[in-house]
């Protein structure tokens, strides 16, 4: 029996828009008992096709893969990573030799919801965020390596915390094609420390690139605090800015540990740089050091909307501390990764710490997630990292 999902009448409005989701109070009935993570056919409620998508447990039922009626193959997996791989190559992602790290594939903003893929020099980290995906891993990495060729020899599969907590699934990490390479993670010449086994995420934040190239054009002769540094990537790239001196706070042991490892690789000997494993607000509260330039970079605050206001609060105490602390001339670069923050919300917020800290502000930059990481215009929820320049008076 043919597994299909019939929607409410009216409910097929938001894909006529082509929008990816469908919410669980837009289905009328299911047929043939589908399993999580199964394709699924969606009918309009007077039985017309509009769409296919993996059915899942939760508000989101489906996430649709095709407004097309196509298979669910090998040929469509290698088609749809061609496609990202194309548009990849299009911006100067692939072939760099000072350049080695891309997100391939971006979930809805490319059209292949619940899949993250990152590109670590010669390894590709495959992340579900669905059952579906899961499901589907193994056609997903041979079709990467069908279409990458012989620039991806290694594949990692790492959902041990991004598969719906009760999907009943084997979600075992390791390699499913390949193994361990020597390759060194590269980013614009810098070599980043990348632990995609035991690391956050698939190993590195890597949509904050750019802002981290255009944090290294300010950094020259500055004192910078890099907050919640993780890896480190922002504190390289101050370093060979030529910043005076870099200290890199994170709560996390481990994640100083890596940043060091990062410094020692990239500037051997250089005495410039400190870590602290620290809270972020004790250390803004205690610290004694003057900085000029401070990056503030937490994790997502809210990762639903029962979460917003209470993030919001974060985002304006974190704020307030630090443009109290930092000096006449400063900059701060600014940074919200939560998807259920609008811009608004959080320009909002940083306006209301400048006005509670006394401080002259103005914005220079309104940055953005980069290119490689794509928004789907159908799917605007996409657009989830927001940041701002400042230069404080």
């Not at 997996?77 to 911006?91: E, F, G, N, P, T």
């Not at 599969?157 to 060194?184: C, F, M, R, W």
């Not at 970079?297 to 639903?304: E, L, R």
């Amino acid at each position: 029996m043919q597994k299909r999902v019939l929607l409410k009448r009216g409910k097929e409005e938001s894909l006529l828009r082509f929008h990816p989701w469908i919410f669980s109070g837009a289905i009328a009935s299911i047929e043939g008992t589908p399993d999580e993570g199964d394709v699924v056919d969606v009918y309009t409620y007077d039985g017309k096709w509009i769409a296919a998508g993996h059915i899942q447990v939760g508000s989101i039922a489906v996430r649709v893969l095709t407004f097309t009626q196509e298979s669910i193959d090998k040929a469509f997996w290698q088609k749809k990573i061609a496609i990202a791989y194309k548009l990849r190559s299009d911006l100067g992602l692939t072939n760099r030799a000072d350049h080695n790290i891309y997100r391939l594939i971006h979930g809805e903003g490319d059209n292949l919801p619940g899949l993250v893929v990152d590109v670590y020099g010669r390894t590709a980290v495959v992340q579900a965020h669905s059952v579906g995906m899961h499901c589907n891993r193994m056609d997903i990495a041979q079709a990467i390596v069908d279409v990458l060729g012989d620039k991806i020899l290694s594949v990692y599969y790492k959902s041990e915390t991004t598969l719906p907590y009760k999907a009943q699934a084997d979600n075992s990490t390791g390699y499913i094609i390949g193994g361990h390479l020597n390759d060194v993670p590269l980013e614009y010449g810098l070599k980043l420390p990348v632990d995609w086994i035991n690391g956050q995420k698939t190993g590195l934040f890597i949509d904050q690139r750019e802002n981290r190239a255009l944090l290294e054009k300010y950094s020259n002769g500055r004192s910078v605090l890099n907050m919640f540094c993780y890896t480190g990537g922002f504190s390289l790239a101050a370093l060979r800015g030529g910043a005076k001196l870099v200290h890199s706070v994170d709560s996390s042991a481990k994640a100083t540990e890596l940043t060091i490892k990062g410094v020692k690789d990239n500037f051997p000997d250089d005495d410039r740089h400190k870590a602290f494993a620290e809270d972020a607000f004790k250390f803004l509260d205690n610290m004694k050091e003057k900085y000029d330039l401070i990056i503030l970079d937490p994790p997502a605050f809210a990762k639903h909307r029962d979460a917003l206001k209470r993030a919001l609060i974060g985002y304006r105490r974190l704020n307030e501390k630090a443009l109290e602390k930092i000096e006449p001339g400063g900059i701060l670069f600014t940074f919200s990764c939560s998807q259920v923050v609008t811009k608004e919300q959080f320009r909002m917020a940083v306006f209301t710490a400048a006005a509670q800290a006394g401080r002259s502000v103005k914005i220079l930059y309104q940055l953005h997630q980069p290119a490689d990481h794509p928004i789907n215009i159908f799917h605007p929820e996409g657009e989830y990292l927001k940041g701002l320049v400042l230069s404080v008076e």
